[in-house]
């Protein structure tokens, strides 16, 4: 099962989850690799950080995207689409899984699926499919940097560092520069020209990926003063098609109002400091600029399965792995449960798929696996915690064609790593988005009503308690959500001490100049104390 294992998935499971799991047992999946596959073609395009709220209305009033609009009319747009969890390699590990974080330990940027683990494409290539990947993979573990994992390992440590730069627009070259992210752009034309000069020749049906770096900002200088801040960069090009009315200042809760944990990441993030409104326009008006770059690239794969004559055999899908927050709640970046981070894009257009829908079911990214699945006909393991989409897209109840039955009423997010100092569990249902942490009572639980607080900027957790019950014992079915964190503050623990081991006599220097080494270097004696208290404190462990 690779990652985790069946033996993880076992540890974790809610009772809900378990018959899921045992019923995983029975040769009812399994399937003989065979030469020719019955299913159509598929392209999936991810990007990386695209609020998925873009890709209908309002938010798509704010930014031109062409492609995204075209695969509207002629496709389905999921409304309500989430991520599993808001950080790169733990979200692409449940995409590429179909199964929740806490199954396969996908922990932090540094802990995903071992690098053998079986992919949906690697099945589909056994079931007879013609496979291609290009881009940006990011769902194995070993990536990222020592920054960011340390960042990760040391979040339940008493002190409070500034682990970001302050982040920063950047507007280069002239209205003539198309190409910005040069990197994800080479990756697009690879892509398209196997479309154009391979997939056209190709006897056997395809699966094609193309992972995109954008709209994440960009990497930090690593060094001057502007070291560690992420850059939203873009050309007066991509520019020229946001419109700058359209553009909504998110309301932001004061400092001391703030949730605990929210004001833990709003500072780590280097966004507690005054911004003026125009600074915080400016970097959203750069992020949309990014994500019309961004929908360019799918307009090019697009374009080149209609220019070849493949686009109407086969599925195409767009998604990204998490959202953007862009300065919505006093932060930047992901790893929040609230809408900018945890809402992405999912479009899916092709034959047999009805045009213009607009479909409202609660889904998540571990639905790409079993959809992928069920495309090329391969029987879909009942083990997964994603369901496929295919029913939905083609407008049939679930409980007639899956042996599992309808999906569930709601949709499941988890958080383990850096920038946020508590596991974070979020539970998704009609209006409600209940968001738990840690053991469940020593962080105070946040509530929202989405249906009259679409901007979740009222907490309204201690105003219904029955509702919170209700959600948290949804939950805990699920997962068994204290032990799961539980489980992650010992083996965060545990990644510290191997690695401080590693660096012997140069771990002091080494862990001063970290992206955290503005504030570390004011006061280094006081935060090496502070991690030897941590190290010497004992965990907690919750066998129930």
Not at 272 to 283: L, R
Not at 467 to 492: A, C, F, G, M
Request: charged content about 20%; some cysteine; hydrophobic content about 40%.
């Amino acid at each position: 099962m690779g990652c985790g294992g069946a033996g993880a998935a076992l540890r974790w499971a809610g009772p809900a989850l378990l018959l899921l799991l045992l019923a995983a047992a029975l040769p009812v999946a399994a399937a003989r690799p065979r030469p020719a596959a019955p299913g159509h073609s598929v392209v999936l395009v991810a990007c990386d950080s695209l609020d998925g709220r873009l890709t209908f209305y309002p938010g798509n009033q704010t930014v031109e995207l062409p492609f995204i609009n075209f695969m509207k009319r002629h496709g389905a747009v999921f409304l309500n689409a989430y991520t599993n969890s808001p950080i790169c390699c733990p979200s692409r590990a449940a995409m590429w899984s179909g199964l929740f974080s806490h199954l396969t330990e996908s922990w932090n940027n540094f802990k995903g699926l071992d690098p053998d683990y079986v992919t949906w494409m690697d099945l589909m290539q056994k079931h007879g499919y013609h496979t291609q990947k290009y881009g940006k993979l990011d769902y194995t573990s070993g990536h990222h940097s020592v920054s960011n994992r340390v960042e990760a390992w040391t979040r339940d440590v008493d002190f409070l560092l500034r682990q970001e730069g302050r982040p920063m627009v950047n507007l280069t070259g002239d209205r003539r520069h198309v190409r910005v992210m040069e990197a994800d752009w080479r990756n697009t034309d690879k892509a398209v020209a196997w479309i154009r000069e391979e997939a056209i020749n190709l006897t056997q049906p395809f699966a094609l990926y193309l992972g995109l770096n954008l709209p994440h900002p960009y990497p930090s200088p690593y060094a001057g003063e502007n070291f560690g801040s992420s850059t939203f960069l873009t050309s007066p090009y991509w520019l020229e098609k946001v419109t700058y009315e359209a553009i909504k200042i998110p309301k932001w809760s004061s400092l001391s109002e703030m949730h605990p944990v929210d004001y833990y990441s709003s500072y780590t993030k280097n966004c507690t400091g005054q911004f003026t409104k125009k600074e915080v326009k400016n970097i959203r008006a750069f992020y949309y600029a990014m994500c019309a770059e961004t929908d360019a690239m799918l307009g090019e794969v697009i374009s080149a399965l209609r220019d070849t004559g493949l686009l109407k055999e086969t599925i195409v899908i767009f998604t990204s792995d998490h959202g953007e927050l862009a300065m919505e709640h006093r932060q930047f970046y992901k790893m929040s449960m609230y809408e900018g981070s945890s809402h992405v894009p999912l479009l899916v257009m092709g034959p047999g798929i009805k045009e213009q829908q607009q479909i409202s079911n609660l889904v998540s990214l571990v639905d790409i696996y079993p959809t992928m699945l069920d495309i090329a006909g391969i029987p879909v393991p009942q083990n997964l915690s994603g369901y496929s989409l295919i029913p939905l897209l083609q407008g049939k109840a679930e409980d007639e064609v899956s042996p599992r039955g309808p999906r569930p009423s709601w949709v499941l997010s988890e958080f383990h790593g850096c920038n946020v100092n508590a596991s974070t569990y979020m539970l998704r249902t009609d209006k409600w988005k209940y968001i738990t942490y840690s053991d469940g009572h020593s962080v105070l639980p946040q509530l929202f009503d989405l249906s009259a607080d679409p901007d979740e900027l009222t907490n309204i957790a201690v105003k219904f308690p029955e509702t919170v019950n209700s959600l948290d014992k949804i939950l805990r079915s699920v997962v068994n959500y204290p032990k799961v964190s539980s489980y992650v503050q010992e083996y965060n623990k545990k990644q510290f001490i191997s690695w401080k081991q590693s660096l012997g006599q140069n771990y002091s220097a080494v862990i001063a100049n970290l992206r955290w080494h503005q504030d570390w270097l004011k006061k280094p004696k006081k935060y090496e104390k502070a991690i030897d208290e941590w190290l010497s404190q004992r965990i907690i462990k919750i066998n129930t």
